[in-house]
């Protein structure tokens, strides 16, 4: 069936390093792919997303490259911040008026 | 999160009693969503209602039901606690433009 495969973490980085992490999916059809992202004691907001093959989204300084060839979605950022750590989930939705399809989530921790 | 509103935030209950989590959100979605977080374990869905009147299960539906009240409220109900439901459950709504709107979430500890 379809489903959203992420890195596991926890994933400990120092301020400014280079973040990636990784997601990969199985589904039919052409799906559309996600990032959401859930801080300390509060619900999931959307991060960024892509709709189709070799769409690149991007927010916060974050990006994310739809690659239907490798069938990943993988997260980075150039240089992250004490503020960006939080749980880190990979989602896909393979049609719309669907629920999303969510990866585990990556936690992230960064310290100054 | 403006738009998707869970009451209560936190609830402790003893094993065997019933709760109702509510629900609600002034955005005129149609679709609106229950799931629930475990560590480990990402999202999972436990019931959805793709319109007023109609409800479906998802994933884990055992031992919940739902209500779609009216086209802003869907309420979650454990008829009766067990631990196993201990979790954080969340509220959704499906927006056209952003898939899915969370709610802040419930935290529910069963002892």
Redo the contacts between chains.
């Keep these: 069936g379809d489903s959203v495969t992420q890195m596991e973490g926890p994933v400990t980085l120092s301020e400014e390093a280079f973040l990636t992490i990784n997601c990969t999916y199985t589904a039919t059809g052409y799906p559309?792919l996600?990032w959401y992202v859930q801080y300390p004691?509060?619900?999931?907001?959307?991060l960024l997303?892509a709709t189709k093959a070799d769409d690149k989204g991007s927010n916060k300084g974050f990006e994310a490259t739809y690659r239907k060839e490798t069938t990943s979605f993988h997260l980075e950022k150039g240089s992250v911040q004490v503020s960006d750590s939080a749980v880190y989930?990979c989602?896909l939705?393979i049609q719309?008026?669907t629920?999303?399809i969510?990866?585990?989530?990556t936690t992230l921790s960064v310290s100054s | 999160n403006a738009g998707v509103t869970q009451t209560p935030k936190f609830q402790v209950l003893k094993t065997g009693q019933s709760m109702t989590l509510q629900c609600a959100q002034d955005m005129n979605h149609n679709s609106m969503y229950w799931y629930r977080q475990d560590p480990g374990m990402g999202l999972r869905l436990i019931y959805y209602s793709a319109s007023e009147g109609t409800t479906d299960k998802g994933e884990v539906p055992n031992g919940y039901n739902v209500s779609r009240l009216n086209k802003r409220e869907f309420s979650l109900r454990l008829e009766s606690a067990a631990p196993s439901q201990t979790s954080v459950y969340f509220c959704a709504t499906l927006d056209p433009v952003q898939p899915q709107h969370f709610g802040d979430g419930t935290r529910l500890s069963i002892l």
């Design positions: 559309s996600f004691g509060e619900g999931l907001q959307l997303k989930f989602a939705l719309a008026g629920a999303l969510f990866g585990k989530g």
